[in-house]
């Protein structure tokens, strides 16, 4: 990613309610699984800074882009206390993570360029957080993570009371297995931090291809028991919730092209969002001169 591997090399030189929303069976049935890893830089941007906090970022992009770096999604928070922008990247291992440094190691024009505008930007954001998190599938729908035609995300932080956690699997498992007899469209893809923040804080993600899905996804997170659940199971359920959550806060993001390098399959899902992504932009012919009058 353009901030984790090019902040290393400065110091070592970067998701949803509990929600369902109208996908078929055969949607469900092709998806791949979400990446085991989740590496989240969190860049806080100060107020009235964002303008040309996106330029540098989208430089910082075009520079990874040119490089082949591994590829990265961008988040940018629509609701929330300040903006906050998300980078995140995908692993099957911490040894992929090794390896994605690489690029940033073995290319000293590279880990230039990106010092620079890490330099550059010091002013326009606060202090960023890394958040490694592991994909939690007994806890998840079988959706990918970043699903075709994507542009908007919600993403539930959610804080469990310490040594609380069996309960608050519970519910998840229990409601997981309910919409899949039920056949019902689930769209959680669920992550548990691993390091970075508290352990006990859960991130559940859900994408969305408008807005107006995403606002009609953002309904309590934890208290989601909406399809036919006998009275008993609902007591749980309920009974659950009021011990292992401690908080629950949604966020909303809009996916941002430009500041992103995003990977191949996601540009063919939606080539016209990613117009303005640095691949995309990369291969756009030149501008013609106009032909001066004779």
């Known amino acids: 990613m353009a901030h984790m591997p ?3 090399t400065a110091v070592r030189l970067l998701l949803a309610v509990v929600s369902c929303v109208s996908i078929s069976p ?6 791949a699984p979400p ?14 800074k964002m303008v040309e906090y996106a330029r540098i970022e989208g430089e910082a992009a075009l520079a990874c882009t040119r490089a082949g770096t591994w590829p990265y999604l961008t988040l940018q928070a629509i609701t929330g206390p300040q903006v906050e922008v998300w980078y995140v990247e995908g ?9 994605s440094s690489g690029a940033f190691i073995r290319n000293a024009a590279l880990g230039s360029e990106l010092n620079r505008l890490m330099d550059a930007k010091a002013n326009l954001v606060g202090d960023a957080r890394v958040v490694f998190a592991h994909y939690r599938d007994d806890l998840s729908s079988n959706m990918e993570l970043v699903q075709p035609r994507a542009r908007f995300f919600t993403v539930t932080l959610v804080t469990v009371r310490p040594g609380h956690e ?3 699997e519970e519910i998840h498992r229990t409601l997981k297995l309910l919409r899949q007899k039920a056949g019902a469209a689930d769209n959680r893809v669920v992550y548990q931090i691993a390091s970075g923040m508290p352990k006990n ?10 807005l107006q899905d995403a606002g009609i996804a953002l309904d309590p997170a934890v208290d ?3 399809l036919d659940v ?22 909303l993001f809009s996916v941002n092209p430009a500041m992103s390098n995003p990977a191949g399959e996601w540009i063919a899902d939606d080539p016209e969002f990613w117009r303005s992504s640095p691949p995309l932009q990369r291969q756009a012919p030149p501008k013609k001169a106009a032909e001066s009058p004779r």
């Open 91 to 99: 692993f099957d291992s911490y040894a992929s993570v090794e390896h």
């Open 35 to 48: 990446p085991a890893i989740l590496e989240i830089y969190r860049d806080p941007v100060k107020p009235a």
């Open 201 to 210: 804080i859960y991130l559940i993600f859900s994408a969305h291809r408008s």
């Open 230 to 251: 006998d009275e008993s199971t609902r007591n749980r359920l309920d009974d659950y919730t009021r011990v292992a959550v401690q908080s629950s806060e949604t966020w």
């Open 6 to 8: 090019y902040q290393r």
């Open 26 to 31: 055969a949607q469900q049935a092709r998806t």
């Open 166 to 168: 069996r309960e608050f």
């Open 224 to 226: 989601d028991y909406t």
